[in-house]
């Protein structure tokens, strides 16, 4: 089978993707910039941390009376520090720290400029000829942290943006494509007879040239479908008079010939030409079938139609034919009145052509406009029911015929948008053949 897409989901979804994998890349950029930034910023506070501490270190340590003792500077209140500091002398003994500061963090000799080692950035400087040297350290998580709320707040308006944008996108795209749409379900709407050119309005450059080159091609179909068509019902037409002049001369040659081969021969001949006329009429609704006007303007009552075509069959053959109509009175289609006729005449001819001929025909209609005939009988085949709505494809009987009774009712079906189903044996039995057919139905004001 072959795979299809929908144009309007891969857009939808190629275009929403596409703004946000741009989107995430630019991001990433002005993440890594600010990351950047933030790290200037930080360095460029441990260098001024200990520019500003240096000078009132040492003027705190040249005011002591015991300069080598170890000073720690006490915190005026509790409170989370980033920032700790040791002021060491050349050897590296510690002369001042901050209250939280760690010595070992620190380098085991005083280094001047900036060093990282595995969790802390520091900074160190020196005065007094290199003799007091001071070293700042901060731990390298808080610069990670506030990278990581700065990725964060570039990253959270895409979790909002991302629906918006394929919702907006997704409306954008069907707009844009509802002609097409509009196009799509014109085409699917049609029937099987409907060679009428397609009119949508408005459709895209560049589909428009397709729709033309279509319409085009459904013109020169139909052309060539109805020329067809009015040559087989021209040549059935024109066949009826002939024949029926040659059947009435057969028939006179019949009466007057005497007993024997050449009256044999005559009604051989008889035989023939009737079958010819058959085949004559059957083209004809064979015409009809594969042209349009199978559907009409205004709803029909079926129930009416029905009776009136089993009456007629009725006072024509001394067959039974056993009428069910559903409870309701009226039940309306779209099809049209003659196509109907030539629909039901052919079920019923073909019903009584290979049904048993001691049962009966049950000829039933529903209120859902299922139409259903049933005849007696052997059970037909599989092989043989799946063609039998072929043309001239005749069941297992001794009956003339030309096969195109069933091939005419499927093509009437398929104009008027209905379905056919053929059972063997029938709903319900054991034997016997059923012909199922959902007919459009029509709604009734008031």
Do not use: C
């Not at 002398?89 to 595995?118: R, Y």
């Not at 520091?122 to 731990?139: H, K």
């Not at 290979?354 to 059970?379: K, S």
């Amino acid at each position: 089978m072959k795979t299809t897409f929908s144009l309007q989901k891969r857009l939808g979804l190629g275009l929403t993707l596409g703004m946000t994998l741009l989107w995430l890349v630019a991001t990433v950029g002005t993440w890594r910039g600010v990351r950047h930034e933030l790290n200037e910023a930080f360095d460029s506070a441990l260098e001024e941390t200990a520019q500003r501490i240096l000078p009132l270190a040492v003027l705190e340590i040249s005011n002591r009376e015991h300069p080598g003792e170890t000073q720690q500077i006490a915190t005026l209140k509790m409170h989370k520090e980033y920032l700790s500091y040791l002021v060491r002398d050349a050897g590296g003994k510690v002369l001042m720290q901050s209250h939280d500061a760690n010595p070992k963090v620190f380098s085991k000799h005083p280094i001047e400029g900036f060093s990282t080692t595995g969790k802390y950035r520091l900074y160190g400087a020196s005065a007094l000829r290199e003799t007091v040297f001071i070293e700042v350290a901060e731990p390298l998580r808080h610069r990670r942290g506030a990278a990581r709320k700065a990725l964060f707040a570039l990253l959270w308006p895409l979790l909002v943006l991302i629906p918006i944008s394929l919702l907006g996108t997704w409306l954008l795209v069907r707009m844009s494509l509802g002609s097409v749409l509009a196009y799509r379900y014109a085409v699917e709407a049609r029937g099987v007879g409907d060679l009428s050119p397609i009119k949508v309005s408005r459709l895209p450059a560049e589909i428009n040239p397709l729709a033309d080159a279509v319409n085009r091609l459904l013109e020169r179909l139909r052309k060539a479908l109805e020329a067809e068509r009015s040559f087989t019902a021209n040549s059935a037409h024109e066949l009826r008079t002939p024949l029926a002049a040659t059947l009435a001369q057969v028939q006179r040659l019949y009466q007057e010939a005497p007993e024997g081969p050449l009256r044999l021969r005559a009604k051989k001949i008889e035989s023939a030409l009737r079958e010819l006329a058959r085949l004559s009429e059957k083209l004809m609704q064979l015409a009809k079938a594969e042209g349009g006007g199978l559907l009409s303007q205004a709803p029909q009552d079926l129930v009416s139609l029905l009776a009136h075509v089993v009456d007629e069959w009725r006072h024509n053959s001394t067959r039974q034919i056993v009428l069910q109509l559903p409870a309701q009175a009226h039940v309306y289609s779209t099809v049209d009145p003659d196509a109907f006729g030539i629909l039901l005449r052919n079920l019923i001819e073909n019903a009584l052509k290979y049904g048993a001929m001691d049962q009966p025909i049950e000829v039933t209609l529903t209120d859902q406009a299922l139409l259903r005939v049933i005849n007696a009988g052997p059970v037909v085949p599989v092989a043989i029911l799946q063609h039998l709505t072929e043309r001239f494809v005749r069941g297992q009987s001794e009956s003339s015929g030309s096969g195109l009774g069933l091939a005419i009712v499927k093509t009437i079906v398929q104009g008027i948008n209905g379905r056919i189903e053929l059972l063997s044996p029938a709903k319900d039995r054991q034997e016997g053949f059923e012909v199922r057919v959902w007919l459009p139905l029509a709604t009734v004001a008031g």
